[in-house]
């Protein structure tokens, strides 16, 4: 068979790129949402950066193999048709509406976040992904893949039973359908130099441990796998990776059954 430079091209792409799959398993509609710190990588996956996702649906795309600092989440309770924004949605929305803007649409917390950076042509050779409460949570998660690695998830709802001073926001009905991370909270009032938010004398892992983020135990209890604030690899299970080489492909499941 004679191959062309444009099939050879196709080809080396195609080898190069990873199948993510976005599964909303939640009996209701979400607006999964997607960023890429184009600060950090410019590979960006070959899918727009926000749709609606009814329920028990899923989308899969290809994302290349060295995507890095990219973030997955879901929107609840949203309306595009007046104002179209961060505010569109309850929880989770962003700037550009639908359609995440590109550069700053990273997303209103509470949210719930699968955050990954791939490692194609990375020094360490691995993917890195973990299933992180440090922007809130709004939904249940989990993240599964086909190389036989770790797979962090909250599968629990904690928004029912989310300390008072962090649940929120809530629906028509009153149900709760957020639970606010103490940084976002402002819990001691100065987030620019806080124990919640790891920042000002804060802002290194032996000045923020987690026993000075407040109720730390109420997430990482219910969630053990999650990344739940920003020096949380002291706990073992908040950080996950697998070989590059092994070419995982990921699924990202909102309201996993377990």
């Avoid at 924004?85 to 209103?108: A, E, F, I, K, M």
Wanted: net charge negative; hydrophobic share 30%.
């Amino acid at each position: 068979m004679k191959y062309t430079l444009a099939t050879s091209l196709a080809l080396a792409s195609s080898a190069a790129a990873r199948t993510f799959t976005v599964y909303n398993a939640c009996p209701f509609t979400i607006w999964p949402a997607m960023f890429t710190d184009l600060n950090v990588g410019t590979a960006t996956p070959n899918h727009a950066t926000g749709w609606e996702a009814g329920a028990y649906t899923a989308v899969s795309f290809s994302v290349p193999d060295n995507w890095k600092a990219g973030r997955i989440w879901a929107r609840r309770d949203c309306d595009f048709s007046t104002n179209p924004g961060p505010n569109s949605c309850l929880d989770g929305g962003c700037n550009g509406g639908l359609v995440c803007d590109p550069h700053t649409g990273t997303g209103v917390p509470p949210a719930t976040v699968a955050e990954f950076t791939l490692g194609g042509g990375s020094a360490d050779g691995l993917d890195w992904y973990d299933v992180s409460l440090v922007d809130g949570y709004n939904l249940p998660m989990r993240i599964d893949n086909t190389a036989g690695c770790g797979i962090p998830k909250c599968a629990v709802d904690l928004g029912p039973n989310c300390p008072a001073p962090l649940k929120g926001p809530y629906d028509s009905s009153g149900f709760p359908v957020g639970c606010r991370s103490a940084c976002q909270a402002n819990l001691d009032g100065n987030q620019a130099d806080s124990p919640n938010c790891c920042s000002g004398s804060h802002n290194t892992a032996a000045t923020c441990p987690p026993s000075g983020v407040a109720y730390y135990s109420y997430f990482k209890g219910n969630c053990p796998d999650t990344y739940v604030y920003a020096y949380d690899e002291s706990s073992g299970t908040a950080l996950w990776n697998c070989p590059a080489s092994a070419n995982a492909d990921y699924t990202i499941t909102f309201c996993p059954a377990s």
